[in-house]
Nanobody, 123 residues
Framework: QVQLVESGGGLVQAGDSLRLSCRAS????????MGWFRQAPGKQRELVAG???????NYVDSVKGRFTISRDNAKNTVYLQMNSLKPEDTAVYYC?????????????????WGQGTQVTVSS
């Protein structure tokens, strides 16, 4: 069993930066691929960024060049650095872990989820 705990959300202004963290319990973190998702009110949850167990990454087009996903296996933590934030980035952000080690894609099945952290970007 893996528990995921997100932190780092908050209220910021457009153009500001935030770094989200997701700390995982357990000793097998390095084997998992990880994803950051977000869900805005009235919208479907979307995969924002993913990272494989080996460190390969992918991003949704709307955040490319602004967001960076990274992982520190020694700390059992995955990060999402968010720069140049926009009001449309406002959402609850969730991290998720998959036993599939490949870079996450649209068909990746996620086995564990965090509780989410709110990010609000004011204009």
């Amino acid at each position: 069993q893996v528990q995921l705990v997100e932190s780092g959300g908050g209220l910021v202004q457009a153009g500001d930066s935030l770094r989200l963290s997701c700390r995982a319990s357990g000793r097998t973190f390095s084997r998992y691929s990880m994803g950051w998702f977000r869900q805005a009110p009235g919208k479907q949850r979307e995969l924002v960024a993913g990272i494989s167990s080996g460190g390969s990454t992918n991003y949704v087009d709307s955040v490319k060049g602004r967001f960076t996903i990274s992982r520190d296996n020694a700390k059992n933590t995955v990060y999402l650095q968010m720069n140049s934030l926009k009001p449309e980035d406002t959402a609850v952000y969730y991290c998720a872990a998959s036993v599939d080690p490949r870079v996450p894609g649209p068909n990746t099945k996620y086995d564990y989820w965090g509780q989410g952290t709110q990010v609000t970007v004011s204009s």
